[in-house]
């Protein structure tokens, strides 16, 4: 699975799950990133994902969506990748996130959805 990328999770994902009430797609998602990197979150995230929401990028009561893009910057990962197209997955987001990251001296990072690294190749 995955083979063609380097693939990553956080703990705010894993909590995320853990917060699904269909307990049957709790189990399918966390079996499905079993095997996976959890990468922890740093306290720098908190800070960086604070900037991105006093910045108008993310909205103030998605907090999480903030923390995903922080954590993804804080590790140096390349993409991000989200089904998320409301925050995340849309060129007004990727540009704010990308100034912030730039003005900070952090690397640009790519938020794209998953059709756009081949879709259900990787089902």
């Given at each position: ?18 917060g ?49 893009i ?18 995340l ?35």
């Amino acid at each position: 699975m995955f083979k063609d990328f380097e693939v990553y999770t956080s703990q705010v994902t894993i909590a995320e799950i853990n917060g699904t009430s269909d307990t049957n797609l709790r189990g399918r998602l966390l079996r499905l990133i079993k095997s996976i990197r959890v990468l922890e979150v740093p306290e720098e995230a908190q800070e960086l994902a604070k900037k991105y929401i006093d910045e108008d990028i993310i909205p103030e009561d998605y907090l999480d969506d903030a923390l995903h893009i922080a954590i993804a910057i804080l590790y140096q990962i390349d993409i991000l990748v989200s089904w998320n197209f409301k925050h995340l997955v849309n060129p007004v987001t990727r540009r704010g996130i990308n100034a912030i990251n730039m003005l900070k001296g952090y690397k640009q990072v790519d938020i794209v959805s998953p059709e756009e690294l081949g879709g259900d190749k990787y089902e």
